[in-house]
């Protein structure tokens, strides 16, 4: 009888535990949840978002996700309570657009100020010659100092021997099935030094490199896992 009553004891004490981590493994919404409820919150689907990526951590004592991705020019990041999918805090950023947009846009104002200045110049001209070539040399210098301010800041043929054309295709070839979409990228001078900076992030990975601009070798690569 006393044996009987030990296994009767040993498989209730069993059962009960059992029960316990069941009830505490029910307590975590997972990724999927978490990802759903920052889509519901942004009114987006996942269909329009690039450079996705969700992780685990813990905060404060509690688990959390966090969930980070890109729609368009906007950069969301969520952080998720593991337990209920409540959102616990929510950062939204404006993100430029690539450096090529941006050396574009440069060029494009320059021949814009560059067509006023000589339009300017023009009529100017008509009143005094004398007045027409102070303007000319003034505008001709501006345009000088612009252009060297230009090739220093946006990495121009000049500075570099690697475009970022090709330096974000180099980047790209070292993660099978990522765009265009999922890069950032940006031109850095450091230590003497023109250097391709920026990070992938696909498929729930996030990946940081450097690339010197001159040489096209890789100076930093780093793969991050959850």
Request: glycine share 10%; proline share 0%.
């Amino acid at each position: 009888m006393m044996k009987k009553y030990i296994v009767l004891t040993a498989l209730t004490l069993t059962l009960t535990g059992g029960l316990l981590a069941g009830c505490g493994s029910g307590n975590d919404i997972g990724q999927d949840a978490a990802k759903e409820a920052a889509f519901a919150d942004a009114q987006v689907s996942e269909d329009d978002t690039s450079r996705l990526r969700v992780s685990k951590d813990r905060d404060d004592g509690r688990s959390i996700y966090e969930v980070e991705f890109t729609v368009g020019n906007t950069e969301y990041n969520y952080d998720i309570d593991a337990s209920d999918g409540s959102i616990l805090t929510t950062e939204t950023e404006e993100v430029q657009g690539s450096a090529s947009t941006a050396q574009s846009g440069t060029q494009n104002s320059t021949t814009q100020t560059q067509d006023d200045s000589q339009d300017a110049a023009a009529q100017q001209g008509q009143e005094t010659a004398q007045s027409t070539d102070t303007q000319t040399d003034q505008t001709q210098a501006g345009q000088s100092a612009q252009n060297t301010q230009n090739g220093q800041n946006s990495g121009g043929a000049a500075n570099v021997a690697v475009s970022e054309a090709d330096a974000r295709a180099a980047a790209l070839e070292r993660v099978s099935g990522a765009t265009d979409s999922d890069i950032r990228m940006e031109l850095d001078y450091d230590d003497g030094q023109y250097i391709y900076e920026g990070d992938i992030i696909y498929n729930g990975k996030e990946y940081e490199f450097e690339i010197d601009a001159n040489t096209g070798n890789f100076l930093k690569w780093s793969e991050e896992r959850d």
